[in-house]
Structure formats: structure tokens, C-alpha cells
């Protein structure tokens, strides 16, 4: 499995990247949207962790973006913010379940990552 | 509880707590009493003086009637008492011009004289012939009074000077009522002789009698002297003084007002007749007089009564009606204005939590991976597995991070509520939790135990989950002000009916007074205004049940505690367009 992690904050998602791959998910993390976008455009990812709000560019945004890529790719929303708009967009964007409020334990996400796998076919 | 009837207005006591853009505009008490005076004033003053610029106008032209009628009853008598005496006086000159001196001297003509005057005039009773030496030679008639001498007597004296007399009413040597009209001849001689002729005051006064003067009128005549000469009504019988002076002396018919002995105010005209002693009085009751003015008067004055009395009644009517209009309005007016300003309130209270919790969600996040990773490293090298310390340590960093998160998603959830209205599917056992995850430090440090019964199959609801959250706030926080440490508060949930669920909160606090449990949800109905309480937390509550669709009731004990039912439908009803989204706060 082949994480891609998005965050502003590079401490938070350097230090989740090396977790995962502690972990056996290979991950890799940017923090600029052009960063994340290129990164997408060189490698296959089965999985993109966006943070909701992002400098430049919404998650929401950056995820049409990166659909666009890569049609496969899925997507796990994690957000500081919790404002009712927030929530119901990212819910509908990524499935309820898939938006997640932080901090997030790593179990937590793993967890979430195994079952955006396996529900695989049934979302875009 | 049976409230008394009472007529006070509710802006009569209305005392203004607010202050700044909440204060009420108006003064009332002063708004209605100036429209009162005002409307009143200008209404019932013209009318006054309308009334009485007719009553002095009426009362002036009723005494000049009654001057002018009595002084024409007054002439017309006069003019018939004097053509009585002097007619009589004609018939006497003529009987002495037409008889010589000594045909007089002869009774029986004389007799003859009496008869044919008594016949043709009338009220003559005697005729004597009196000398120049002032002695009765002849005389003719009912008593004895031949050979008097009548050369002292007043009347002889008159009519030796004047050449004619009319005497006042005396009683003379006969001692009976009488006057008598004397009449002189001058002989070719020098000498005279005088014929004197007895006047019946009977005839007399039934002249006066047969006057009209109206049913407690007294028409009579008196001398220059003041002594009755007819009988009076008012004063008396003939030959008695009356008591009031004289009145003085005019040529002409006059008419003055006095009162009687009796304090009576009466109308008297009166006239002198002319070469008499006679003065004709004609006495009348005013108020007889000016009865038919009176009666007009008073029904006049009681439409008067009757027009002020309900120009009266419908003034304060319509003032009271109109400024209650103004007041409700204005309560209205401050209450919405109240609302808005919670309701800003709370949603930059919303905000400003939503950041604060963002703001910390992420060094939060960041502490979570870097102490999770410090602990993947250790799990994973095997370095430092025996070293239970560092392990506890790092399990301690990561519970407290647990902790805060708890903190902050509980803030944001709120929060993200609060700012805006939607129907969202939700569970009310989470809601009320939820909301008193908010009151979780007050219900510890003042020791309150909160028991909470949700039914576990209790339906989802569809409603907006902020005014839910609101509603629920107000209520627990009433309750929490309504109660001692180490109260109970228990907050249970029912299905009440298939639409319906029925949400109470209890508490053992204070309880609400019987008279006031009526008035809790009124806006600015507040028991703690001096605490700052602004009387507006229930009634903004009762407000948001009532947007949500359901409604509220409220049973209380004094003393023993209150409850507050809500009764909420499963799906709220959809509205548009509600303005106020209302507030937290305090009974």
C-alpha cells in the first residue's frame, strides 16, 4: 500500500510518514499542493491523507485535482477544523467515516486505510 | 390559581432594566396620562364653556322676560286701581256739579245719589256732605255718623287744600277696613263744602284679587308708610306693616329682586299710583318663575354629564388601548433586539471556539505523532522495552493528548452547531450529553448529581441540533441557578406519542412561586433583575420549542423543585426565514 500524506504541517506529516512506514505502508508527505501534485503525477498511490485546509488550495480542490491524476486513487480527509460545512462536504467527498478530526490515533487511521481498501469499486 | 381581575395596564408598572440600545423608547405612564389630559382637554373644555356661555346667555334673557312680564302685570294692575278710585272720584265731582249745596242738605236725595252710585259704580257703602267748618250735615249709609266732625281728620285737611282726596285704608270711628275719596266744591260765596264717599275695601280687593300672578304670586297694595292696604299673601292682613322698607319712590314701573323673610328669592314690581297713598307690589317667586329655564337647564346639564362621561370613557379607552399597542411593540422590539444580540453572541462564541479548538488540534496532532512515534521507535528497535518508566511516561503523554482531544472535539461540535440552522438527523441521548459535557466542571465543584434516563430505542430526531443544544442549556442552566450544591438534577426522555418525544428537566431547587409560574415565559419576566437577570432565557426558550414546533410546560413546587417538560415532534417542522436564532442565559 502506497500512502500519500498532505499536511501544512511538515512535523506532523514527516513524523506520521516514518510511523507508517514502521508500520510497512509506504508513505510519502508534502506539504505544498504543487509538491503533492507532482508527487501524484511521478508515483501510483492507493491512498491520499488530505488535510482540509491547505495553503493555496482547499483538500476538496487538491482532491479533484489529484482524481483527475489518478481516477483509482482513494482519499481520507483529516482536518484541525470542525465546522458543520466542513463536515458535510468532506463526509460526502470521502464517505463519513473517512473524515477524520485530529488528532487521530495512528491505529485509528491505519484502520481507515484497510477498510478505503477494501471498499474498493464502489466509490470513484 | 384565579388571578384578580385587574383594570392596570401592564405598561402602568412598567419599570425600564435596560439600558443603551435596549432601553424602551417611551415613557408610558407619561405617554398616556399626556393623551389623556390632552384628548380630554381639548374635548370636554369646549363643551364646558359652550354650557356655560348658554347658561349666562339663557339665565340673562329668562330675567329679562320675568322683568318685563312682571312689570307688565305691575302697569296693568295699576292702570285698573287707579281708573277704579278715580272713576269714583269722577262720579263724585259729577254729583256735585250737577247737585246744589242745599239739594245735598236733603238726605233723601242724597240717598237717592248713594243708591244710583252704587248701582252704576259699585263699592260705593255711604255719602255724607261734610261743611266748610269740617262737620258731617248730611250723611247717608249703614252706620251712625251724622253730626262728626271730621275737622282734625288727615283726609278733611287734604282735601280742604287739594280739592280732591283718596285716603288710606283706616278704620275710622266705624272700626272697619274702609277708604274713603273726598271731593271739594267751592261755593260762589267764598265758602265750600266737601262730599265724602266711603269706599268698600271688599270691591277693592277683589280687583286686585281677580289678578293673574300665577300660582304662588301675592299682588297687594301698601301706603307711602309701609302699612298693608289689602290683604297679602307674604305678610299679612290689612292695616299690618310689612316688614321689608318701602321701596323707594318712582313715577314709573320698576322691578327689583330681594329675598323674602324666608330667604326665598323673589321678584318684586311695584309702582307708585299716582295722587293716591297707594303703592301696587306684586310679589313672585323667582323659582316659579324661572321653573320652565331650570328644567331645560338640568336636562341640559345632565346630557352634559352624560356627554363628558363617555367622552371620558372612551378617551381612557382608546389612550390605554394604544399605548398597551406601543408597549408590546416596544417589547417586542427590545426583546428582538435582546435576541439578536445573543444570538450573535453565541455564534461569535461559536467561532471563536472553532478556532481556538483548530488552533490547537494541530501542535496537538503534531505531540500525538512525535510521542506516538518515540513510542513505535522503542516498540519496534526493542531498545528500550524493559524500560517500563519511559513506557509509562510516554502512555501519559499520549492519554493527556486523548484528553485534549476530547476537549477540543467537544468544542468544535458545539460550536459547529451554533452558527448555522440546519434539520440534521440526531440522537437526543447524544445531544443532551453533549451539552452537559459543557457543565461537566460546574456539576463537580458544586457537587450536583445528574441522573439522565434516555430510552435506548428512542427514535432518531430530524431537527436543528443548535436550538436543541440551546434549549437544553437554558433549561439545565435555570435549573443548575435554582439549586443548592448538592442538588439533583435528573433530565429524562420519553416517546410520548409516535410524532412525539417529551423531554423533561427536574430539579430539587427553589421552585417558582405559584403566582409567577403564569409569567416565566414572558420576555423581561425576570425574579433576579437585580442579579443582572434580564428576564429573557425562558422566554427565548420557549421561543426555540416553538420554532422547533413543540412546546413547553413548566410544573413547580416552591421550595420543592420545578419541572420543565418539553414536548418535541420527531421531524421539526421545515420553516424558512427565522430570523432569531436565540440565546443562553438565566431565568
Known sequence: MRVLLVDDEEELVSTLAERLNMRGIEADWATKVEDAISLVGETSYDIAVLDIKLPKMSGLQLKKKLEDLRPKMKFIFMTGHGSEADFRTGAAEAGEAFYLVKPVGIEILVEKMQEVMQSEGKRS | MAAPISLK?????????????????????????????????????????????????????????????????????????????????????????????????????????????????????????????????????????????????????????????????????????????????????????????????????????DMEVGGLGDIFLINHQGILQTPSRFYGDVLQKIPSPTPEFSDKTRVVQHESPEGTPLVVGYAYITDTPFILMICKHKRELIESWTRANMQLLGFLAVSILIILLVILGVATYLVEQLHTADQRRVATLHQVEYANKMASIGRLAAGVAHEINNPLAIINEKAGLIKDLFAFDQRYEEDEKLIRLLDGILQSVARCATITRRLLNFARHMDDSQVVPLQLRETILEVLGFLGKETEYRSIAVSLQVPEDLPELQMDRSKLQQILLNLINNSFAAMRDGGHLSIGATHADEKHVKVSVADDGCGIPEGDLKRVFEPFFSTKTKQGGTGLGLSITYGLVQELGGHIDVESQLGKGTVFTITLPLTQKRKGGEANAGAAGGR
Open chain 2, 9 to 209: 395596564p401592564k405598561f402602568w408598572d412598567h419599570r425600564d432594566i435596560a439600558a443603551g440600545p435596549y432601553k424602551h423608547l417611551f415613557n408610558f405612564r407619561r405617554i398616556w396620562k399626556l393623551t389623556v389630559l390632552l384628548t380630554a382637554g381639548v374635548t370636554i373644555i369646549p363643551l364646558l364653556f359652550m354650557a356655560f356661555i348658554d347658561y349666562k346667555v339663557t339665565q340673562k334673557a329668562t330675567e329679562a322676560e320675568i322683568q318685563f312680564r312682571t312689570a307688565r302685570l305691575v302697569s296693568n294692575t295699576r292702570r285698573a286701581v287707579s281708573f277704579f278710585l278715580f272713576e269714583r272720584a269722577a262720579a263724585l265731582e259729577f254729583v256735585v256739579q250737577d247737585n246744589s249745596f242745599e239739594a245735598l242738605h236733603d238726605p233723601v236725595r242724597l240717598a237717592e245719589l248713594l243708591k244710583h252710585l252704587k248701582e252704576a259704580f259699585g263699592g260705593f257703602t255711604d255719602l255724607g256732605v261734610v261743611d266748610a267748618l269740617g262737620g258731617q250735615r248730611t250723611y247717608v249709609g249703614p252706620y251712625e255718623l251724622e253730626g262728626v266732625d271730621y275737622s282734625h281728620e288727615v283726609w278733611y285737611q287734604q282735601v280742604v287744600e287739594r280739592g280732591m282726596h283718596v285716603s288710606d285704608v283706616f278704620l275710622g270711628f266705624r272700626q272697619v277696613p274702609h277708604l274713603i275719596i273726598a271731593v271739594k266744591h267751592s261755593l260762589p260765596n267764598g265758602s265750600f263744602f266737601v262730599v265724602r264717599a266711603s269706599i268698600d275695601t271688599q270691591e277693592f280687593n277683589s280687583l286686585l284679587f
